[in-house]
């Protein structure tokens, strides 16, 4: 098994950056593919961004890339998201999650374990 602890959100201003942090726990982080998911209020959890084993293969859903950034440290067995150019629409819980299967890479039914959220506001 993997525990999963977000750090790093907060309230910020549009246009401002903030940097999302995932300590891994547990099994041999670097068995596990990483990503970052978001919920909005009143909306379904989706994608955000994915990182492989290695971290040499990274993707994102349209509305963040050029703007946000997954990597890893598979030292310190942690997965960060920079997150910049924030706009009030990524507003939300943002979960980090780990996935061992090697199929599948940006549905929530691909992870297998997941943290408990950082939440991010961004204000106009």
């Known amino acids: 098994q993997v525990q999963l602890v977000e750090s790093g959100g907060g309230l910020v201003q549009a246009g401002g950056s903030l940097r999302l942090s995932c300590a891994a726990s547990?099994?041999?982080?670097?068995?596990?593919?990483m990503g970052w998911f978001r919920q909005a209020p009143g909306k379904e959890r989706e994608f955000v961004a994915g990182?492989?084993?290695?971290?040499?293969?990274?993707y994102y859903t349209d509305s963040v890339k050029g703007r946000f950034t997954i990597s890893r440290d598979n030292v310190k067995n942690t997965v960060y998201l920079q997150m910049n150019s924030l706009k009030p629409e990524d507003t939300g819980v943002y979960y980090c999650?780990?996935?061992?299967?090697?199929?599948?890479?940006?549905?929530?039914?691909?992870?297998?374990?997941w943290g408990q959220g950082t939440q991010v506001t961004v204000s106009s």
């Open positions: 999650a780990a996935r061992f299967r090697s199929s599948g890479r940006m549905r929530s039914d691909d992870y297998d374990y």
């Open positions: 547990g099994d041999t982080f670097v068995r596990y593919a």
């Open positions: 990182i492989n084993r290695s971290g040499g293969d990274t």
